[in-house]
């Protein structure tokens, strides 16, 4: 089969099935597969491609049929411009958190903090802080050792093993520390409102890094009341958080002794990050 026929009829299955990108998704998959960027597979879209590959391209537009996400369909999601390595252990890195790297990043820029990345899951913020900012460490730490075990991944690949280490801990284990800026992408969407997300995240993605309780703000609230103990005089703490969670937030931040100083707005001009400090 040639590369076009191939291309177009993957589309036409990934149309049928709702899914949105169909046409942009099917060149990814096919460029995965052949190791060939997108815009060499187009150039050259008369040219055959093996029986095993068009079988292994067809199995994977089925997988992506199913509202699979592709991230976890290619095993690789782009963040901060590096390319992280991902699986169903781990929420796929998404351009808001990019927003919570950026603002740390100039925070500190040409300093050496000590940083701990609460829930890190691929690695992809604490990786890419300590990528920007050469004399920084840092800390990362999970509950899921599956999570940790992507995170360390990603962290050899990009070379920061030296700088950045990985922990299956909890929260309530992190003791005798202190940081320079304890950030974290907690769970904060609702229990209640899980069943009512798109299909690839409710069906696909990690409950556990999901679900942030009733309220939403249960593990929110343990990394507020636990940077009363672990965060510096002058140190950081940098969240995101969810739509609508802002004024919830910053209440209980001002009953444990931290106040918001820096609030960073999303690509919908919603709240998504807020830094805070004694």
């Not at 460029?31 to 960027?37: A, E, G, L, R, W």
């Amino acid at each position: 089969m040639i590369i076009s026929d191939l291309l177009y009829s993957g589309s036409k299955i990934l149309k049928r099935n709702k899914i949105q990108t169909h046409q942009i998704d099917a060149e990814l998959i096919l460029s995965n597969i052949t190791k060939q960027q997108r815009e060499k597979l187009i150039i050259n879209s008369d040219e055959k491609v093996s029986k095993r590959t068009a079988n292994h391209f067809n199995e994977l537009i089925i997988r992506r049929s199913t509202k699979e996400p592709l991230a976890y369909i290619l095993r690789n999601k782009e963040f901060w411009s590096k390319n992280f390595f991902v699986n169903r252990n781990t929420l796929i890195p998404r351009p808001e958190t990019e927003l919570l790297c950026d603002i740390v990043i100039k925070l500190y820029k040409n300093k050496n903090p000590h940083v701990l990345d609460i829930g890190t899951g691929t690695g992809c913020i604490l990786l890419s802080i300590l990528s920007e900012i050469k004399k920084a460490k840092g800390i990362g730490i999970d509950i899921s050792k599956k999570a940790i075990d992507v995170a360390k991944k990603n962290s050899n690949s990009l070379g920061l093993n030296k700088r950045a280490k990985f922990l299956t801990r909890s929260l309530e284990s992190i003791y005798n520390y202190k940081f320079d800026l304890i950030v974290s992408n907690p769970p904060y969407i609702k229990t209640g409102d899980i069943k009512n997300l798109s299909d690839d995240v409710s069906k696909f993605e990690p409950k556990i890094a999901l679900d942030g309780g009733k309220d939403g703000l249960d593990v929110i609230k343990k990394v507020i009341y636990k940077s009363k103990t672990i965060l510096k005089k002058l140190g950081w703490l940098a969240l995101e958080i969810g739509y609508g969670q802002h004024y919830k937030v910053s209440q209980i931040l001002k009953e444990q002794g931290l106040r918001e100083k820096i609030l960073v707005k999303d690509y919908r001009d919603n709240t998504r990050c807020i830094l805070a400090r004694f």
